[in-house]
């Protein structure tokens, strides 16, 4: 809905006053003509190139600076933002679009998802004000359809279908492209390719179909047999769920712990796994792991990688995990260890991050996103503190994302994280933001079936 918006220039276009300098316009062609008829045919048509080639010349126009608004000093932008800038009102309207955006698709929430008749209404009217009260005010009317079904019938849409899904196109598209990689392996020839297409569909259905009866009729013939319902075993009081187990395998690199200590930021290695020097361990470039979302959704498999090339790339994700008193933390995984000393372990070692308070009136913070720091053993460390982290306490990977407002503050607008030192002044002043809109699930499309 706002791809032709540029961030950093608002203010409605029809408030910019004309160009003092526009040139006329032309007259029309048979006034031309009218005025102007002794004149030969091929005059009055002549293009401007002779026999010899163009004869046009290139002149120089100086235009004076165009004439921009300033929406910041209208009522309407204050009554909406405000003291706050230009700038931090764009960042605070993309912040909502984002919200909104994903309430609409049902992104990072139980699934399946049942709304009552108020919770439409305030969704309802959470997309008008969007709308009305925020982009129109900072970019000027949108004069597109999709901003117009989302501000005025949003409601009538919700209260008649009962769901918003059916407007999702993403499973058809999906499906579509499925049938375009079976017709650009075949002949291309003729209509008869399109019923190939259609009987290749059919079958490959009715095949998935009969596979999973199978798998259903040999999980109910295996729970008749333990005596218990599907899916569950009694244990004493409690039923525990079965899931499950993902193969492992202990393949890696096999170093001590004394080399890898030597690695920037890993000096305190040995204290952290409590083991000597001399030990060895192997560590692997990712590992795997049930993952489990904070709203609600089913658990899926998620990887979290640790390695100085992937696909030719560094890549270390964020974990969010579980510290040895149950409290929720977030870190940066340096280390998958798979084994210690010949024997099978699965854990990580992160540099750890802590919450820090936000900026006054931070969009960011409204829309859920956290601010983080990096953490210190103590005032003197040049490194943050590492943490050994069992696979048991995973919960799921996060989105961390550099709080590029900070950056640009101490360093410049076109400063990036490449481009600024990696001293330990550094480590310390940088601040991180979790990215609360990263969609890490989404609305079923046929939560029914």
């Known amino acids: ?15 910019a006053a004309p160009h003092p300098d526009a040139a006329p316009t032309a007259p029309p062609l048979a006034a031309e003509v009218n005025g102007r ?18 004869v046009l010349e290139a002149s120089e126009e100086v235009l004076p600076d165009p004439v921009v608004p300033n929406v910041a ?10 003291s706050a800038s230009l700038h931090e009102a764009v960042l605070d309207v993309y912040c909502r679009m984002a919200v909104l955006s994903g309430n609409l698709m049902g992104d990072n929430m139980r699934d399946p998802t049942v709304m009552t008749e108020a919770q439409m209404r305030s969704l309802d009217e959470e997309a008008r004000s969007f709308v009305v009260d925020y982009l129109d005010v900072l970019f000027g009317p949108v004069n597109t359809t999709k901003a117009h079904r989302v501000a005025n019938h949003m409601l009538a849409y919700m209260l008649q279908h009962g769901s ?53 009729t040999d999980e109910g013939s295996l729970d008749s047999l333990l005596g218990q319902p599907a899916g569950h075993v009694r244990d004493g009081e409690v039923d525990v769920e079965l899931r499950p187990v993902l193969p492992r395998s202990r393949r890696g690199n096999r170093f001590t712990v004394v080399d890898l200590s030597a690695l920037p930021g890993m000096g305190s290695l040995a204290a952290v796994l409590a083991v000597a020097d001399s030990t060895t361990v192997v560590v692997s470039p990712s590992i795997y792991f049930f993952c489990e979302f904070e709203w609600g959704a089913p658990a899926v498999v998620q990887t979290a990688h640790a390695t100085e090339s992937f696909e030719g790339r560094p890549r270390y ?21 798979r084994m210690v000393d010949g024997k099978g372990e699965d854990f990580v070692v992160v540099r750890l991050l802590e919450p820090v308070p936000p900026r006054p009136r931070c969009s960011l913070t409204r829309s859920g ?43 410049g607008l076109r400063a990036r994280p490449s481009t600024v030192p990696d001293d330990a002044a550094e480590r310390r002043a940088s601040r991180l933001f979790t990215n609360a809109f990263m969609p890490w699930t989404s609305r079923a499309q046929h939560p029914g079936q």
């Open 369 to 411: 996103c956290e601010r983080l720091a990096w953490s210190f053993p103590d005032a003197q460390a040049d490194w943050p503190t590492l943490v050994k982290v069992p696979l048991s306490r995973f919960l799921r990977l996060e989105h961390v994302v550099p709080d590029f407002w900070d950056l640009g503050d101490r360093w």
């Open 73 to 82: 000093t209208s009522d309407e932008y204050r009554r909406a933002f405000g």
């Open 1 to 15: 809905m706002m791809p032709h918006i540029i961030a950093g220039v608002g203010g409605p276009a029809e408030a």
């Open 317 to 337: 994700d964020f974990l969010r995990f579980l510290d040895g008193g149950g409290a929720k933390r977030v870190g940066w995984v340096r280390l998958v260890v």
């Open 164 to 216: 918003l899904w059916v407007g999702d196109t993403s499973e058809n598209e999906a499906l579509h492209r499925l049938c375009k990689r079976m017709f650009l392996r075949c002949s291309k020839r003729g209509p008869t390719i399109i019923l190939q297409m259609m009987r290749a569909s059919e079958s490959q259905a009715e095949v998935l179909r009969e596979m999973r009866d199978m798998k259903e």
């Open 37 to 54: 008829s002794g004149q030969a045919t091929e005059d009055v048509l002549d293009d401007g190139h002779g026999p010899d080639g163009a």
